[in-house]
């Protein structure tokens, strides 16, 4: 469906529409990676262990996994504006809670309704682009969409240790809840679920457990369980060291202040968004997913076990480090298209949905466990010593290498392709 209207009227609705939700796009980015930059001025005020921190920061993909399934559901049955208008309020809701906490059960509750109210923002979005949208401007419209979401990521790092070291970072959530406030108020007016007059689809009446049925087909396609397991571990590494323990590693092991270690995360994040654009059409060249990926998971791997033993290096050559880790991660974007590309046309969606919430809860997951490692290393520490955040590197090298193993037997369709081609 394509808009209807004047031309000078097509434009208009298109690049507000586009603006606003990629606007509130940009939220969910920046609260999934918000707590790296403030970890230790959070843990230090409300007396918190390395495992609470971790359920802190963790509890968000919680929430966020948990609501996959019903959130698709709702979206088909109530459209996507109803289903985004009614969540996108939790995230206000959740970022006042989270700046009001006394203790970790208020930083958690803050956290998980954070989660809730995340959850359908890129799915309804994605709806609302099919819908106004030709399929030819469809991926030109998502990579705009992840672009503002990057900046997301990166407010999330010395643009908010700023802010929290001029007023605060109780101060800095409720700002950020307010202007979350402002422009989900605008998309409640602005945003609507397809162009002016253009006919409803037919209501789908799927119940949650009808949706959970289909699900063992959806997951007996080849190639699911060692694509999901990538998926579990990949993007756990990258936001367990930028929204969790990056920051406190370099106030405890290199003596950063907030606003050099939000200097050395913004690097990291910004390395990470290059790697994206970078390695983004390298199946493309190499006509091949498992090649890019498996070469990406092994630098990735062997840049976390440098870093696993740099705590004497100088602090510029471990930015660096960071900097390489954050290229090297970007192939995860390669592993979201093989992801998409193993299923059957009638199967995209929900397999789609699978391997999201395979990341996701791989993000809770593998937080979780690490504030248990850095916790059991360093009890009765008052500073974390070198030895609790080797553990983390080694960890998260660990655990992608166990799914990059798992990996090698994943189908490759685009290197069936060019076999099938030559």
């Known amino acids: 469906m394509t808009i209807t209207g004047s031309p000078a009227d097509q434009r208009m ?17 920046f609260l999934r990676n918000s707590v790296g930059v403030i970890a230790p001025d959070i843990a230090d005020e409300l007396s918190l262990s390395p495992e609470m921190l971790g359920l802190v920061s963790s509890s968000f993909f919680l929430a966020f996994a948990a609501l996959q399934i019903p959130v698709g559901i709702a979206i088909d049955h109530y459209g996507a504006k109803l289903t985004m ?15 009001r906490a006394q203790g970790a059960e208020g930083l958690v509750a803050g956290r998980v309704v954070m989660g809730i109210g995340c959850a359908s923002i890129l799915m309804g979005t994605l709806t609302i682009y099919t819908r106004w949208f030709s399929p030819k401007r469809f991926t030109m419209l998502l990579g ?20 929290s070291d001029v007023w605060g970072w109780r101060t800095a959530f409720l700002a950020v809840g307010a202007s979350a406030f402002v422009v989900f108020t605008v998309a409640l007016f602005v945003v609507r679920d397809r162009p002016p007059g253009a006919v409803p689809p037919p209501r789908e009446h799927h119940n949650l457990g009808a949706a959970l ?25 990258f936001v367990t060291l930028l929204g969790l323990w990056a920051g406190p590693y370099f106030t405890d092991v290199h003596g950063l202040d907030l606003a050099g270690r939000g200097h050395a995360l913004f690097i990291f994040a910004v390395a990470q968004i290059v790697g994206l654009f970078l390695w983004g059409p390298s199946d493309q060249l190499l006509k091949s997913f498992r090649i890019p990926i498996r070469l990406g998971g092994t630098c990735t791997v062997a840049t976390l076990v440098l870093l696993a033993f740099s705590e004497t290096f100088p602090v510029n050559w471990v930015i660096a480090e960071f900097a390489l880790l954050g290229l090297f991660s970007g192939f995860s974007t390669v592993l979201t298209s093989h992801g998409r590309a193993i299923f059957p046309l009638e199967m995209v969606g929900r397999g789609i949905t699978l391997m999201n919430i395979g990341t996701m809860g791989g993000a809770f997951v593998w937080q979780g466990v690490s504030g248990v490692i850095v916790g059991w290393l360093s009890e009765g520490q008052a500073v ?15 655990i992608l290498t166990i799914a990059l193993f798992f990996y090698r037997r994943a189908p490759d369709p685009a290197l069936a392709e060019r076999v099938k081609n030559v």
């Open 13 to 29: 609705r298109g690049y507000l529409l586009v603006a606003i939700l990629c606007a509130v796009y940009f939220f969910s980015q």
């Open 85 to 99: 208008g009614v969540l996108m309020m939790f995230t206000v809701v959740g970022c006042v809670l989270f700046s």
């Open 144 to 163: 705009a969409t992840i672009a503002v979401g990057t900046v997301g990521t990166l407010t999330a790092t010395s643009p908010l240790a700023w802010v």
């Open 213 to 237: 049925r289909a699900y063992p087909a959806v997951i007996k396609v080849k190639g699911v369980l060692p694509l999901f397991i990538m998926h579990f571990c990949c993007y756990a590494v």
């Open 384 to 398: 974390r010593e070198p030895d609790s955040y080797r553990a983390v590197f080694l960890f998260l090298a660990a």
